[in-house]
């Protein structure tokens, strides 16, 4: 059976998390890396298995331990992970691209394409990373974060923050919209474009930091995480247990309905039909039927077993607000 996710901390606050137990060190080759900076860094400092491939546990646990994202952050991130791009069977997943070390396949149309695979968690309009459409979904661009540090002058005296993050943001969805003719924001990518972008203000900052300096990324500090996949030297994680705090002042700021290019560029249309970020329920109700299912339209054996037990784990976790759970595979 897969595990029960593993539980909160006992502690929460601040601490050392570049500390002697997990030095950082470059990629040996093999070593898998992908989309996520956080990850990225955790994997280098061996708060998870330093090649890259490793199971929700370890993910729930890292998470908690190295960035102190809180439980249920932590959880929701994990679960819809695994079912969108990890091995149902072997419970591993890759934190990049799709590997034979998460071992084999379930049948199609099942991918198991780890976290590089567009569509199911990665997607369009990253911050750091080029639109699938470009070529590279996954490895750090630096024209892109040059144009990071432009914004973090212009609208933050050299810091990111979520003033920096409301405006990068913005900008980021404007160009894909005008340059990428697959450009798409629907369902789960509609909350992550917002969630991600305040992860850097809420767990990139030294937790040490207090007043008008909580909040306020430096660019060294930043470049270290998303260039170099490295703690900046001595880095204490944040001073609370946290998400996407600040997500709801992103979209305010801007808010573009879900939605995508349709035909060629700079034709967005929108599309609620997965949900967003205003819309939990149908979120959570289309991801499981829709997205997950498609994947998985006639699992049987562990592979229903685990889908079944996989999709209760993220419905608990969410506990979206007045929504039924939903059984496409049925009960056991
Ligand atoms: C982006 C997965 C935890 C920070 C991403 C992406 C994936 C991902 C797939 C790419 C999405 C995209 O931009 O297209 C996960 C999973 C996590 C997790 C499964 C936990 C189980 C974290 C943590 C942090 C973090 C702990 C930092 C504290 C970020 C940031 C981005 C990102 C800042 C946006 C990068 C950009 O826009 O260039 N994550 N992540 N993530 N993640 Fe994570
Ligand atoms: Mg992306």
Known sequence: LPPQ?????????????????????????????????????????????????????????????????????????????????????TDLISIGEKTTRTGPDPPRPAIVGGLNNHGTFEGDGSLTRGDFFDG???????????????????????????????????????????????????????ITIYGEATFPVNFFVDGRRTGAQAGQLSIPDATSFFRDMRFPRGFFRSATAGGATGADILFNAHPIQPGRNVGGVNNFVEDQSLGGILEPCRFYTQFVNTTIRGLYPRPTGVLRRNLIINAGFLYDALSPPDCPQVFPWGQL
Request: hydrophobic content about 35%; overall charge neutral; glycine content about 10%.
């Open 5 to 89: 996710p593993p539980g909160p901390q006992g502690f929460t606050g601040a601490k050392l998390v570049d500390d002697a137990a997990h030095p950082w060190r470059p990629l040996r080759r093999g070593d898998i890396r992908g989309p996520c900076p956080g990850l990225n860094t955790l994997a280098s400092h061996g708060y998870l298995p330093r090649d890259g491939v490793v199971t929700p546990a370890q993910l729930i646990v890292a998470v908690q331990e190295g960035l102190n994202f809180d439980h249920q952050t932590a959880r929701v991130a994990t679960y819809l992970a695994h079912l969108g791009d990890g091995n149902l069977v």
């Open 136 to 190: 590279d979904n996954h490895s750090f661009n630096q024209t892109l974060f040059d144009q990071f540090i432009e914004f973090s002058n212009r609208y933050g005296n050299g810091f990111y923050n979520l003033t920096v993050a409301a405006e990068l943001r913005f900008r980021r969805i404007q160009q894909s919209i005008a340059t990428n003719p697959t450009f798409s924001m629907v369902g789960l990518r509609h």
